[in-house]
């Protein structure tokens, strides 16, 4: 079983959020980066299915330089080996470049199963999976909570709202975006880390891959949100803001 | 050249985020000076087409298909792909539901483009459609501009009032799709639910929920004496319950429960969307986070900015006093 792994590296979560000159993104200077959570899930799932049915998994990133990082730490967890697609970009990238560039880099690969988070906590798009599975002719499916091979087919349960969800039976080869939670993390060990800085990293820059690099989506400028309701911050000590708090909710409010 | 409202249903019964779906395409069909329509896919769907066409639009493209009657990515885009080549319209409009985020960004990659995701507004710059979207989780918005047609978005649950139905006014037109048993890969089984309920937040007065903040399972307890003080229901957002910290069954959210009691207070919740549409609901919004940007902030009507550690014990013996 050869599983590639697609991850992104994103601002870290307490990152504080300042923009930057032209207001399209944000300063760089200021931001620490992290592995997109639910991409650390989809890292987890493909190494709990090589250790149960062998095989290969290889890390795919795109991203500039720093996103080096956040493949050796993948390494470190037990991937095989890594594509690193070198991009220039400062800013946000376009959705479609970027899951043009990933499909371009896994293609040959052909791999029997292609897992990434269900979105990205920074843009937030939720699609370059599915755009990936659609260029590379894959089926797919989304919000997988579960993941079970079958005999040259998987059988996954996806997430559906309200609690409900659904079993659902792919061939291969297989894109699947994978929710958080769905296994217990595993921390890189030392003998891990140590072995990472062995593994191969394959660099590609983008300008090899041949790509249509027109931008689908501009954004024209990033903002905070203006508050839509009226609310009442409350200041002074834990015990001052918990008597407010609770004579507003007694007398103002009226709700207990 | 028109807008196209994508609605969606399940067993002939519709998502009511559909109807939000078509307000949204009213505005921006109004900004591209196109005319609105709708479309709505599945197997012997007459009737909800000729339902859908009370809701002001001027035409109902019914996909009707056999192979629709249960939702495949590969039957659903490849039916879309067939009426946007027909039609040519300027921007076809989802409404962000799960469903929508499975087929709607590989109907879209088929014309290569992507999908504007998660719109919370739609504004016009001339007769141009900008889409408002949301970032890092709601912290930031970002206005986008897609290129040219066809354009494809979804708007967020919540972000569109529906309104309500009137007479049936507009045409139904059947789109005639083509399709082969032999293209659909994917095999669905029938949707279920995990366990029955226990706990019915839904009739909850009172909730006290919990998040990120509280760091460590040992900790929930400070804010389970809370909820006993006031005789509320315990919540909690999603990764609390991936983490196995309370039971599944407690989660509030898009992919928990949706929940409109008196009082709802978020103790160490940053808000995002995912919990946000299952709380927003509430009549009265308490947030305490120690981040004063967390999102979170912006849909309470009141808000501790501090230690919740610090904070919660504080509640517990002033509402304990306030009790007598």
């Known amino acids: ?17 300042r923009l930057n000159r032209d207001g399209k993104w944000l300063e760089e200077a200021d931001l620490s980066f992290e592995i ?16 149960k049915l062998g095989g290969e998994v290889v890390v795919v990133s795109a991203g500039p330089e720093r996103t080096l990082q956040t493949v050796r730490e993948a390494l470190a967890k037990g991937a095989d080996r890594a594509i690193h697609v070198v991009t220039e970009e400062r800013g946000a990238m376009d959705v479609f470049i970027t899951a043009q560039l990933l499909a371009k880099a896994i293609e040959p690969e052909s791999p029997d199963l292609v897992l990434t988070g ?5 843009l937030g798009y939720g699609q370059t999976g599915v755009i990936m599975a659609e260029l590379l002719g894959f089926a797919h499916a989304t919000i997988v909570m579960e993941v079970e091979p079958q005999n040259g087919s998987f059988r996954v349960k996806r997430e559906l709202e309200n609690g409900w969800y659904q079993y659902v039976v792919l061939p291969l080869p297989a894109v699947l975006t994978v929710q958080s939670g769905i296994k217990k993390l595993r921390y890189a060990t030392l003998m891990g880390i140590k072995k990472a800085k062995t593994k191969e990293v394959k660099s590609i820059p983008v300008s090899l891959l041949g790509i249509d690099a027109a931008p689908r989506m501009t954004i024209e400028r990033v903002y905070a949100p203006r508050r839509s309701k009226q609310t009442q911050m409350l200041s002074g000590s834990p015990q001052e803001m918990a008597r407010q708090l609770v004579e507003k909710l007694r007398f103002e409010a009226r709700v207990i | 050249m028109s807008v196209i409202a994508v609605l969606e249903q399940a067993d002939h019964q519709w998502n009511r985020l559909s109807f939000e779906a078509i307000e949204a395409g009213r505005k921006a069909a109004q900004i591209q000076n196109v005319p609105l329509e709708a479309a709505i896919f599945g197997a012997g ?25 249960n939702y495949t990515p590969d039957g659903y885009a490849a039916a879309l792909e067939q009426l946007v080549k027909r039609e040519e319209p300027s921007l076809i409009l989802f409404p962000h539901t799960y469903q929508v985020r499975d087929y709607a960004p590989k109907v879209a990659a088929r014309f290569g483009k992507a999908l504007a995701s998660d719109v919370v507004d739609i504004r016009a710059d001339g007769s141009e459609a900008i889409f408002v ?4 989780q709601g912290k930031l918005n970002a206005d986008v501009k897609l290129g040219g047609p066809p354009q494809f978005a979804s708007v967020q649950a919540g972000a569109f009032r529906s309104v309500p139905v009137g007479p049936a006014a ?24 995990e366990t029955q309920r226990t706990v019915d937040l839904g009739a909850a007065n009172i909730i006290v929920s919990v998040g990120r903040g509280i760091k460590e399972k040992e900790n929930i307890s400070v804010v389970e004496e809370l909820a006993n003080v006031l005789h509320a229901e315990l919540g909690a957002s999603r990764p609390i319950c991936d983490n196995g910290w309370l039971p599944m069954e ?7 429960q949706s929940v409109s009691p008196k009082l709802y207070l978020a103790v160490g919740i940053s808000g995002a969307i ?51």
């Not at chain 1, 079983?1 to 959020?17: F, G, N, W």
């Not at chain 2, 769907?45 to 009657?69: C, N």
């Not at chain 2, 509430?282 to 120690?290: D, F, G, L, Q």
């Open chain 2, 250 to 256: 407690r989660q509030v959210g898009s992919s928990g």
């Open chain 2, 45 to 69: 769907i007459e009737s909800l087409a000729r339902e859908a066409a009370g809701y002001g639009v001027s035409k109902v493209w019914a996909l009707d298909h056999e192979l629709l009657q």
């Open chain 2, 133 to 136: 979207r949301q970032l890092f």
């Open chain 1, 118 to 122: 269900l979105q990205s906590d920074d």
């Open chain 1, 1 to 17: 079983m050869k599983i590639v792994v697609s991850v992104k590296q994103v601002p870290a979560r307490d990152s504080s959020l």
């Open chain 2, 274 to 324: 995912q919990h946000l549409v299952g709380m927003k609901g509430a009549k009265t919004i308490v947030a305490i986070n120690k981040d004063e940007n967390a999102p979170i902030f912006e849909t309470a009507d009141y808000g501790i900015a501090g230690d919740l550690f610090e904070v919660v014990p504080a509640l517990v013996e002033e509402f304990k006093k306030a009790q007598g």
């Open chain 2, 170 to 193: 507009a045409p139904v037109e059947q789109v005639g799709v083509q399709l082969e048993g032999s293209a659909i890969r994917s095999k669905p089984e029938t949707p279920f639910r």
């Open chain 1, 36 to 51: 997109n959570e639910p991409d650390a899930y989809a890292l987890e799932e493909a190494l709990q299915l090589k250790e």
